[in-house]
């Protein structure tokens, strides 16, 4: 039986602040928090980490389920932020090597991060290096061959958010790195969205409204807005 999780004293690391762009408001309503949330384990968890943690928001969502975790950003506001709610923070930049031990969590939250990490396939490769065999990694990201992204290109436009993301994921791609490092696919939760039933029900269901629901893993490709991902490193023979 696992040993009751124990998370480190709250504190925030020394660090100067150079990432205020980074910092934005904060919203426990975004869609990939919702989709996220349900790849959660229903039980209480090893120490585990939400790594890009913004204000706290899926570690405030994760703990209606009795899920106590720790957040790392690279703001320090965030962390800050994070820190206020009750869950020790720590401000690292994730293109860095990790500060934690070999095999030392339990599980990984990865919650549109990684298209604004250059040096991903490093950072996926040191995920998979502090998680624990028979740990886990959800991770969430933009598709950017959504069928909406095919019209922009189609049309002569750049893929949205350039310049604020550095790296564009497909399924393709983005299943390699997992993979190349040892990851393997447990599960998904990832989610489209409808322009005409948004526009027929926001009458009803308001101005901010917008009709989101789970893809199929064989329509991933086209009609996933955002991946949403498990994966577990396994445990070896």
Known sequence: MASKPTNPKPEISAHVDRWSDLVRSRDLDRPWYRYAYTLLPNKELERWMDMGCGQGELLQ???????????????????????????????????HPLPFASDSLGGITLIEVIEHVIQAEFLIRELYRVIRPGGWLILTTPNVVHWTYRFRALTGHAPKQEGYHFRFFTKKSLNNILHDSGFTLQSHASFGKNALLTHLLRPIKGPKYKFRYLVPQIAESLLAQHFVWKLEKPISN
């Open 61 to 95: 969502h994760a703990n209606t389920k009795g899920l106590s975790g720790f957040g790392l950003d690279i703001t320090r506001h965030n962390a800050e932020s994070t820190l206020r709610l009750g869950f020790p923070s720590l401000v690292t930049d994730l293109n």
